[in-house]
């Protein structure tokens, strides 16, 4: 048995504690999963940008994805170590010291790309667009080529838009804005005539 802050630390029994511990390890590899996953669209718009797409999609937390993973990682392994009782107040500490990092490495992050994306957007001509992104935690803030093309009140629909202008350009045929605002009112008239039948 060791001493001090090396004594591991004592576990709850059972076999449903361990499937809890077991659960947290899954759930903290499949979020950095995701996590990883989404930096692909990063590479998808460095295409966009060179072709002038009509928009790109800036994730906010591009930057900040080595801490968040880093942060599942500092749990997966507090998992772990409970999960063969190998946890010790010791690495409590540790661990606690180096969440603290991470999470302030995360909000320098977030804040520094959002000015170095902001200021290079700006430099290759596109205007942050309010009325298309969706303005939750995690979501892609949309930039446009030309203001206009951000269509005021299209919020509801922006979503369905953003996928027509996405598969025009796939298919080489690139919006006009009054094409853009067409497609926004005919969106926003189908979706007036969905919810009125409620």
């Not at 499949?30 to 295409?47: K, P, Q, R, T, Y």
Request: hydrophobic share 45%; net charge neutral; proline share 4%.
């Amino acid at each position: 048995m060791m001493s001090g802050n090396s004594t591991y630390l004592e576990e709850p029994k059972g076999n449903k504690y361990k499937l809890a511990l077991i659960s947290g390890i899954l759930f903290c590899l499949a979020i950095s999963g995701v996590f990883i996953a989404e930096l692909g669209d990063v590479i998808d718009n460095f295409d966009k940008l060179s072709s002038k797409s009509i928009f790109v999609e800036v994730w906010p937390l591009t930057f900040s994805v080595p801490f968040i993973v880093a942060i599942f990682g500092l749990l997966t392994t507090a998992f772990y170590l409970r999960l063969v009782g190998k946890m010790t107040d010791k690495k409590v500490s540790v661990g606690f010291k180096s969440f603290f990092l991470l999470a302030v490495g995360l909000i320098l992050s977030r804040i520094l790309f959002e000015f170095i994306s902001s200021s290079y957007l700006e430099s290759q001509g596109y205007s942050y667009c309010y009325d298309y992104s969706e303005h939750r935690a995690g979501t892609p803030d949309i930039w446009v080529i030309m203001p206009q093309y951000c269509v005021k009140s299209s919020n509801i629909v922006s979503g369905e838009v953003l996928a027509w202008i996405s598969e025009q350009e796939r298919l080489a045929n690139r919006p006009t804005i009054p094409e853009v605002e067409g497609k926004v009112r005919e969106k926003l008239a189908a979706y007036s005539k969905r919810f009125s039948q409620y």
